[in-house]
């Protein structure tokens, strides 16, 4: 009998295991049984001789059927490394009956079944549907001889499993197949969805009764099937009520399992390893505080007074701050690493791009004046020093901020994925501050938190403009407790968004170029923004990683030129682009920022961190190819300052079309929390569960980021109470084993 932990190997042979464990992964029994069907096959799976053909592309089939034609080819050579020569391999295609659409099946290095397979062989055949030139094809699929010319029965290992299953042979063994439906995996050429099955059927004639890793009354409460019910329907159940009931269990077991290994991740470092930095009433918190020329808002005196808390405590903190763009969050992580600065640490803000590192760096010198100035001239004596680094400075420029790093001169080192590298070396490392958490993944930001004295960890703040909906919040970043910030500092101006459709009124677009103008005039500034740089930029994919319909986008390159040449001539424009240098990018920054460019002609580079006051008019254009929070964070990149600002996404899309309705959408409101809701409806949520935002590929097969906000919170909720009382839970592990990043048969032998 076997269990759930046990190795795969040792259940159903590593001949078997071996190409499960190669292709995905799967190396235990939970493993296997976690690897859900993707979907069923519906009513009559057998395909008789001479039955109708009304087959969609991608649909599983089984054939069994007459071979009434057979044809030999060549593949192409490959290069054998054992024998240094070129390998010849060769293919076999089969038709089948006489059906119209015709139905063949092609096997390929199938050298081995030449002559095996001749006329009037009756085949059993499974594979999925494809079609070539009005042919029906299914390519390398199952097979299993019935009935030869030769007098021979064999094929492919899982079909002789499932039929000699019942202990029947010949023609009895089809009454194996003869099913209401039949469980289809996430399969491969190597490994198809039938051996997939076979491993299934054979682990589940030998299964143990699987123990519930949830109380008996959490699961009666929300009228749950078992542990064991769900998993063995899941695979076999031939009623669909019963596949539903299984589906709806194996939800919460994602969620609790996912929950599980966020919550571990959340308490499991070295409790009291972090760096205590109280607060003072006489250090440079303080005296920022006393000369900023603004009251902080209600929002960010309450996140200030948590954050401080926690960086009070002998916990590492792990949090992260999110808000609207101009919300007010980097004064809020300023402030708290000048906390950490007077308590004798140092502070690493890691930014995305070089723009941002390079903006940072300058706000944060702008706001501390002389206490950033230490050992300078006109520096105060009890001050710091701000270090920035990136990738782009020079070799004596990077030595120079190393040794000031090195050293604890510099107590807020800014910079870019250059901190990452080995050379960087803090002398008493305490805080790490994120900048655009979804640019980066956790393996970065904990590659940094590394560079602490051995036996401490830094504290964590991660920032980001992007609102996160709340499931977002709960499942991929469920490992750092969260902060919010709405409302905005007094005074921002709010702005105003339309669209221009101009395939429909091309007259719109001629009326924002002299928009612009007449901002010039009034002594403002411009961004234009366009999706590419130029013709050899060509990704092809829309907002939502899509191939892109409508006409190709316009390049920044061209145009800026027209309209240098055009609406826009007389005007200072500035050209920037991520192809440029970094000090290119400083130089056309420092130009515009000073007010000697009237219109700044760029991409994306300026999404996040470029705070121009005075430019009040955003023109995007393509706007179709980018997505919701992407236009919600270039439109941020105006409204920072005194006067009403005016953004306008501009497409050659109908408004009728789905990216018509996208855009519209982003100009009705400046909610970016209605936004990010908005922006999950319509994007795949492997996007949001991807290895960029999370630093994990998470899969999951049932649980849905739009569906199950309840279902999250209530996993969310339990799991925080019972780790407190039972952090080693073995069934909690068992569940959390997919989505913990170690060694799951190591993990899952501990638990």
Request: with cysteine.
């Amino acid at each position: 009998m076997a269990g759930l932990a046990d190795r795969l190997d040792l259940v159903i042979g590593a001949k078997s295991a071996k190409p499960l464990e190669e292709h995905f992964g799967i190396r235990t029994v939970n493993d296997l049984l976690r690897h859900y069907p993707r979907k069923y096959s519906d009513g009559m799976t057998v395909r008789g001789e001479g039955e109708a053909l009304d087959l969609e592309e991608g649909e599983h089939v089984t054939f069994i059927e007459v071979v009434t034609e057979t044809k030999e080819g060549t593949m192409k050579p490959v290069f054998d490394k054992k024998t240094g020569r070129q390998k010849t391999r060769k293919w076999l295609r089969v038709t089948l009956g006489k059906h119209r659409p015709a139905v063949t099946a092609t096997f390929f290095n199938a050298g081995w079944m030449a002559g095996k397979l001749p006329v009037d062989t009756r085949l059993m055949l499974s594979g999925e549907v494809k079609y070539f030139r009005n042919t029906l094809q299914l390519d390398h699929p199952a097979f299993l001889v019935l009935d030869s010319p030769l007098g021979k029965q064999f094929g492919t290992k899982s079909l002789k499993t499932i039929a000699t299953a019942s202990g029947a042979s010949g023609e009895d063994m089809l009454a194996a197949f003869e099913r209401e439906f039949f469980p289809i995996y996430p399969a491969c050429a190597k490994v198809q969805s039938w051996d997939i099955y076979s491993c299934v059927r054979q682990v589940l004639d030998v299964l143990d009764p699987v123990p519930d890793p949830l109380p008996e009354a959490f699961v009666r409460q929300r009228n749950l099937m078992t542990e064991d019910e769900a998993l063995r329907a899941v695979h076999l159940a031939e009623n669909a009520a019963q596949r539903d009931r299984a589906a709806e269990r194996l939800t919460y077991d994602e969620a609790i399992g996912l929950q599980w290994g966020l919550v571990a991740r959340r308490h499991g470092e070295l409790s009291e390893s972090g760096p205590p930095a109280p607060w003072t009433d006489d250090g440079l918190a303080v005296e920022l505080l006393r000369t900023l020329p603004f009251d902080l808002t209600v929002g960010q005196r309450e996140v200030l007074d948590v954050v401080s808390a926690e960086l009070a405590s002998t916990r590492p903190m792990n949090r992260m701050l999110q808000g609207e763009v101009g919300s007010g969050k980097t004064i809020v992580s300023v402030l708290a690493m000048l906390q950490m600065v007077d308590a004798g640490y140092q502070c690493a803000l890691l930014a995305p791009t070089e723009v941002l590192a390079a903006q940072h760096a300058r706000s944060v010198r702008d706001a501390l004046g002389p206490l950033a100035m230490a050992g300078e001239l006109g520096g105060a004596e009890h001050g710091t020093r701000v270090a920035l680094l990136t990738g782009s400075m020079s070799a004596p420029q990077k030595r120079q901020v190393r040794e000031e790093v090195a050293s604890g001169a510099a107590g807020i080192v800014i910079g870019t994925h250059a901190l990452l590298q080995d050379a960087v070396e803090f002398a008493n490392l305490g805080m790490v501050v994120v900048d655009e958490q979804h640019r980066f993944g956790v393996e970065q930001r904990d590659a940094l938190r590394a560079k602490a004295p051995e036996g401490l960890t830094p504290h964590l703040l991660v920032m980001t403009a992007t609102p996160i909906p709340r499931t977002v919040a709960l499942t991929v970043y469920g490992d750092l407790e969260t902060s919010t910030l709405r409302e905005l500092p007094r005074g921002r101006q709010p702005i105003t968004s339309n669209t221009i459709f101009v395939s429909q009124k091309p007259a719109w677009l001629d009326r924002a170029w002299a928009r612009i103008r007449e901002e010039v005039a009034a002594g403002r500034q411009a961004y234009v923004v366009a999706s590419r740089i130029d013709e050899s930029d060509k990704d092809g994919k829309d907002a939502n990683g899509g191939r892109q319909a409508g006409p190709p986008p316009v390049t920044v390159v061209e145009l800026f030129d027209g309209l240098q040449r055009g609406p826009l001539s007389g005007l200072r424009l500035g050209l920037m682009h991520g192809r440029l240098s970094g000090d290119e990018k400083d130089a056309v920054m420092a130009a515009f920022r000073a007010g000697e460019l009237d219109v700044l002609v760029c991409t994306t580079v300026i999404e996040v961190g470029v705070d121009v006051p005075n430019a009040t008019v955003m023109v995007v254009m393509d706007a179709d190819r980018f997505g919701i929070s992407q236009l919600h964070q270039l439109r941020g990149r105006i409204g920072r300052g005194q006067h009403p600002s005016l953004c306008l996404l501009a497409t050659r899309l109908p408004e009728t079309s789905k990216a018509g309705e996208r855009i519209k959408a982003v100009a009705g409101t400046l909610d970016g929390f209605a936004l990010a809701d908005l922006d999950l409806d319509e994007r795949r949520e492997g996007d949001v569960l991807g290895l960029n935002q999370s630093g994990r590929t998470i899969n999951l097969r049932f649980l849905s980021l739009r569906e199950h906000l309840e279902v999250i919170t209530d996993a969310r909720e339990y799991c925080e109470s019972l780790y407190e009382t039972d952090p080693n839970n073995a069934g909690m592990a068992l569940l959390a084993a997919q989505f913990v990043e170690t060694d799951r048969v190591e993990y899952l032998d501990k638990s």
